[in-house]
C-alpha cells in the first residue's frame, strides 16, 4: 500500500524497517538521536533537519551520537563495517568531507580491492548536498563529482521520496561504500511510497517523460527544474526525454546513449560546478560513443565555477533554473 510521504519522512522509514530486520544495522552522527520517545533528550534534532528522529526510542544504543569529528566517527564507521556490522553514518553536510576523506577514498574504497576482493565494507555515508537554503559557501556545495571519480564509491542522488527510500534500503544491504546524498531542499518534497520494504537497484535510470526532439540528463533537485523546463517547451512544440540518473556511479549510460541515439540532442544538467562535474563527463562518454548521432552540439547547464554565494539574489541566480534549462534546449533546437 503506498501513500504520500516526504523524502525526509522516506529515509526515516527506510532506516527504521533496516535497523529493524538486521541487527547488524547501526546509526551514528552528531546529534542524530533526536528527541522524540527519548527521555532527557528533547533538545536533540534527529540530525541537524530532523531525519533520525523517533528512532532512538526504538533501537536505543544503535544510535549513537558522536563528537564533532567527522574524521572519529567516519573512520570508526568503516571500521565496523570492516568488522561485520552494517553501519549509516550521516556526515551531516556533504562540505565537510575534507576532515574525513582519507578514512572514505583511501581506506574504505580500497579495501576489497587492496584485499583481493576478500574484504566487504558495508557501509553508508549519507550527507546533504545542494545550494538554495541560505546555507552559505561552507554548506551548500554539489560535491557529487568529487565521490564519483573514486574507485570503490558507490555515489547515489534520488530526486523524490519513492526512489529515497528503496535506494537507502539498497545502500545499506550492498557490500560496499556507499555516498548516499540528500539534496536538502527535497527533503518535503512529498510522492507516492509504498509502507513495505523494497529497493531499487543501483544504475538503472528513471526515464521521466518520453519525448523525440532531444535528451535532457540530470539527477537530484534539478530533476524537478528539468521537467518544468520540459513542459513548457511542450507547449511550444518541443518534446523532450528527461532522464532521472539516480545513481551517479553506477552510471546508466546505456539509457542515455539509446536517448541520444533516438533524439539525437543532449542536454546534460548538474548542480555541480562546470569543470570535471558529472555533466561534463556525460557530455564526454555520448561525444564518444554517440558522435554520429548528434544533430547539434551538447549543452551543459551547471553552477558557475564559482563557490555558492550567501547572498539571496546571488544565490538564485547561482543554481540553474528551469529557464536555464529549456534556454538550453532551445539552443540545441537551433541546429
Not at 528533547?42 to 549513537?64: E, F, H, I, P, S
Not at 584485499?115 to 552559505?136: D, N, Q, S
Request: charged share 20%; aromatic share 6%.
Amino acid at each position: 500500500m503506498a501513500r504520500k510521504i516526504s523524502m525526509k519522512q522516506a529515509l526515516n522509514e527506510a532506516l527504521d524497517q533496516e535497523m529493524a530486520r538486521d541487527p547488524r544495522v547501526i546509526v551514528m552522527g552528531e546529534d542524530i538521536v533526536g528527541g522524540m520517545g527519548a527521555a532527557g533528550e528533547q533538545d536533540a534534532w534527529g540530525g541537524v533537519l530532523g531525519v533520525t528522529k523517533g528512532l532512538y526510542g526504538k533501537y536505543g544504543d544503535r544510535l549513537m551520537d558522536t563528537p564533532l569529528s567527522e574524521s572519529a566517527y567516519i573512520g570508526a564507521a568503516v571500521g565496523a563495517a570492516a568488522c561485520g556490522m552494517r553501519p549509516v553514518a550521516e556526515l551531516m553536510f556533504i562540505d565537510f568531507m575534507g576532515v574525513c576523506f582519507d578514512e572514505i577514498f583511501n581506506q574504505a574504497a580500497k579495501f576489497k580491492y587492496m584485499f583481493g576482493g576478500k574484504a566487504t565494507t558495508p557501509v553508508v555515508i549519507r550527507a546533504m548536498v545542494g545550494a538554495g537554503f541560505r546555507a552559505a559557501a561552507q554548506h551548500s556545495q554539489m560535491l557529487t563529482p568529487l565521490f564519483t571519480h573514486i574507485p570503490g564509491l558507490k555515489v547515489v542522488c534520488p530526486s523524490n521520496a519513492y526512489d529515497a527510500k528503496g535506494l537507502l534500503i539498497q545502500s545499506i544491504r550492498d557490500n560496499d561504500p556507499v555516498i548516499f546524498c540528500e539534496h536538502k531542499n527535497l527533503y518535503g518534497h512529498e510522492s507516492d511510497v509504498p509502507t513495505e520494504s523494497y529497493v531499487i537497484p543501483f544504475g538503472e535510470a528513471n526515464i521521466l517523460r518520453d519525448g523525440k526532439d532531444a535528451t535532457i540528463v540530470t539527477y537530484g533537485q534539478m530533476v524537478h527544474r528539468a521537467m518544468t523546463a520540459a513542459d513548457t517547451l511542450a507547449k511550444k512544440g518541443v518534446e523532450c526525454e528527461v532522464i532521472d540518473l539516480r545513481t551517479l556511479s553506477p552510471i546508466d549510460m546505456d539509457t542515455v546513449i539509446d536517448s541520444v541515439e533516438s533524439t539525437g540532442r543532449l542536454v546534460c544538467v548538474d548542480e555541480a560546478n562546470p569543470r570535471c562535474s558529472i555533466a561534463s563527463d556525460i557530455a564526454a562518454k555520448v561525444g564518444q560513443e554517440a558522435f554520429k548521432s548528434l544533430k547539434a552540439g551538447i549543452q551543459m547547464v551547471t553552477a558557475p565555477h564559482t563557490p555558492v554565494p550567501f547572498s539571496p539574489a546571488l544565490e538564485d541566480l547561482y543554481v540553474p533554473t528551469a529557464a536555464h534549462i529549456a534556454a538550453a534546449v532551445e539552443k540545441t533546437m537551433a541546429h
